[in-house]
């Protein structure tokens, strides 16, 4: 599983003190070639002649600014669709406004912080309400616990028991590669809530979601995550546990 996925096991004192990890979400990647096309379509229309230089100018850089932006949330949607489309799991109606995916690592001690806090303010005021959706999108980067800790979410989830587990995990972080999520602990952990042992441990040694689990790392890789946790709302990036307050001035505007 190692050669599949790149670990990380070392998180520097300054990432620690930010709230996880810097990095952004590489938009430029999808979209800046649409977006230069339409700029140059637009600029050499407004130009043909039909006003004045400084005035056709001054309303190209107006268009072009309008046709980046309109770009811009196309390019959001369709990334939305994509990562839509690849994550499992998902709390609150499918047909709610907005879509908050979750790029997480169950050893990472920020997005126990994030779900203990922002998380469940969201699933009280927004989920709750049928306004929001939130998915899960594994990110395990921080060594070989956070791979196995994944594949046994996954196996939880064949009982309809992934968000029972997840935030059973992340009540029992305990320091990162340091035993908390041995496969012994993580075999506990599902005798303990009640699963049907012999169907998880038969899929947790089977390693039955390392292709899955791999492609949605290679995927949120070429979205430019670099960090846990990272968000897409709607499209729209947020990077690190963020308090609850940064989501609302995001998610509020949506639902208007």
């Known amino acids: 599983m190692d050669d599949q996925i790149e670990t990380n096991e070392a998180v520097t004192s300054s990432e620690k003190k930010s709230g996880g990890s810097t990095g952004s979400i590489n938009w430029a990647v999808i979209s800046i070639g649409l977006i230069a096309l339409l700029i140059g379509l637009a600029i050499g229309y407004l130009g043909r002649g039909v006003i004045g230089p400084e005035a056709a100018a001054a309303r190209g850089t107006q268009t072009a600014a309008a046709v980046a932006m309109q770009t811009r949330a196309a390019a959001n949607q369709e ?42 303010k969201i699933e009280q005021q927004y989920v709750e309400s049928g306004k929001v959706q939130v998915g899960y999108f594994h990110f ?31 009540s029992n972080q ?43 790392v290679q995927l949120a890789r070429q979205l430019g995550v670099q960090s846990t946790p990272s968000f897409l709302i709607n499209g729209t990036p947020i990077v690190g546990a963020q308090p609850f307050e940064n989501f609302t001035q995001v998610i509020d505007p949506m639902l208007k």
């Open 79 to 120: 990334v939305m669709k994509m990562v839509v489309a690849e994550a499992r799991h998902f709390k609150g109606d499918p047909n709610a406004p907005v879509t908050l995916i979750e790029f997480s690592d169950f050893q990472c001690p920020y997005c126990s912080a994030w779900n203990n806090d922002a998380g469940m």
């Open 140 to 170: 395990p980067f921080l060594g070989q616990e956070s791979l196995d800790a994944a594949q046994a979410a996954e196996c939880a989830g064949e009982q309809g028991k992934f968000w029972e587990f997840h935030d059973f995990l992340f």
């Open 174 to 216: 305990n320091g990162e590669n340091q035993g908390a999520f041995s496969i012994d602990n993580l075999k506990a952990f599902a005798a303990k809530m009640g699963l049907d042992t012999e169907a998880f441990n038969s899929c947790v040694d089977a390693g039955n979601y390392t292709d899955v689990i791999a492609k949605q």
